[in-house]
Every structure is written in structure tokens, then in C-alpha cells.
């Protein structure tokens, strides 16, 4: 018998605040998917998380979110290496960055944080989730490709990873994760922004991406049980 998921041992991941508030009140097996998080993942953030987490506390509701505040001090990395954006974090840029204001600021921390847990050999590998597709392209898939062990997550990767596991252990179902998935797009859409019709294609193309990675996560969990 497979063990129990809370005797898995914790990937350590770096959570973005757009990911956090995108996974708000959206459910897994009876449960909200930041419980999830909270429980099952060793959470890493910077300190700029938590601010931006206070300041957009309007986009949450769920009573899990409640919890977020106090839990993100506790899960916060302060860098003592790699402490100086422009220098650790510059280099991947793609065009010159002044690093001044907010742009982008949970991105940078975040990539700090995970390229130091790496260099001082705390984690072997890091999960970076992050729905902010600007920061994808501005800097972070350079950094992952020069880093290969940043492994660049979705808000809707999550919900597969956790849905694969609770799927193995018959506490939810294929119609239940697919629902998350829908659910994960359309808050991403609901709380950030007017989306455009060039954006609708997007979250479009991207959902049905994930639902037939679904599809096929089902038919190995189905003959992994059987």
C-alpha cells in the first residue's frame, strides 16, 4: 500500500502571490488547494510575498486564506548570499532593468530565495509557481534553463500534481480536478484584469493543454491502482 500523503517527503516550493490568490477557495477532495499547500509542499517565499499577499487581501474569501497571513511570515527565506537583485537576478534579464518600484519584486525575491536553496545545497531542486507570464518572459525561463533544477510551475500544475496523488488515493475523481482546473483559469481571469479577446484564446488553448494532461495522468494513476 502507497503511503499516506502526508509521509511524502515536502518538495520545497517558492509560491508567487498572483498563485496564491489564483488558488483561493478553489477545492480538491473537499478541501481548499491552499490547505493542500500548506500541509504537503515545504514553502519558501521572500519577504515582498507577504506584503504584496496584505495589500490584495480583497482578491481572497476562502477561510484557508485566513490562515496566509501568519503562515507566509513563518514560511519567509531572507537570502544572507544572494541579497542583491541586480546582480543575482539581472543577468537573466532579456532587456536592461532598472529594479526600481514593484515590477516584478515577488518574482525577483522569489528567485533569490530559490537559487540560494539550491547554492547552499539546502534543497535539491526548487518549484517556482508563478502565474505572471510577463516575469516568465522577462527573466525566469532564462534562469531555469541556466538552473535546470528551478522547475517553473503553473497555479494549474499544481492542481495536477495534487490531483495525481489524492487521485491515487480514490479521494477525488477525474471530474473534480478537471472542475479545479477550470475553476484555477477562470479566477485567473476574474481577478487580475479585463481579459482581452487575445487572452481568452490563451486561457482557452492553456485549459484544454491541461485537461489533456489530465487525461492522461488518469490513465497512468488508473494502471498504477489496478
Not at 477525474?174 to 490563451?202: G, M
Request: with cysteine; charged share 25%.
Amino acid at each position: 500500500m502507497a503511503p499516506p500523503m502526508n509521509h511524502f517527503t515536502k518538495a520545497v516550493c517558492v509560491l508567487d502571490t498572483c498563485s496564491i490568490i489564483n488558488l483561493d477557495d478553489i477545492e480538491l477532495a473537499g478541501n481548499d488547494v491552499l490547505f493542500y499547500m500548506r500541509r504537503f509542499f515545504d514553502v519558501q517565499v521572500c519577504g515582498v510575498i507577504r506584503e504584496e499577499f496584505q495589500r490584495h487581501k480583497d482578491k481572497v474569501s476562502s477561510r484557508e486564506a485566513s490562515y496566509w497571513n501568519s503562515f507566509l511570515s513563518n514560511a519567509t527565506y531572507q537570502p544572507t548570499v544572494l541579497n542583491d537583485d541586480t546582480s543575482v537576478v539581472g543577468p537573466f534579464y532579456s532587456t536592461a532593468h532598472s529594479f526600481t518600484g514593484t515590477d516584478d519584486a515577488g518574482e525577483r525575491g522569489n528567485a533569490r530565495v530559490a537559487l540560494e536553496l539550491l547554492i547552499t545545497r539546502s534543497a535539491g531542486h526548487a518549484i517556482f509557481v508563478t502565474d505572471d507570464e510577463n516575469a516568465c518572459s522577462a527573466f525566469l525561463r532564462t534562469m531555469q534553463r541556466s538552473f535546470p533544477a528551478v522547475h517553473l510551475w503553473t497555479s494549474a500544475d499544481v492542481i495536477l500534481h495534487l490531483g495525481g496523488v489524492l487521485l491515487k488515493e480514490k479521494k477525488t475523481n477525474y471530474e473534480n480536478i478537471r472542475c479545479a482546473l477550470r475553476d484555477v483559469y477562470a479566477a485567473s481571469a476574474k481577478k487580475w484584469q479585463e481579459v482581452s479577446d487575445a487572452e481568452k484564446a490563451t486561457i482557452i488553448k492553456n485549459q484544454s493543454k491541461s485537461v489533456n494532461s489530465l487525461r492522461l495522468l488518469k490513465k497512468v494513476v488508473d494502471h498504477w491502482r489496478n
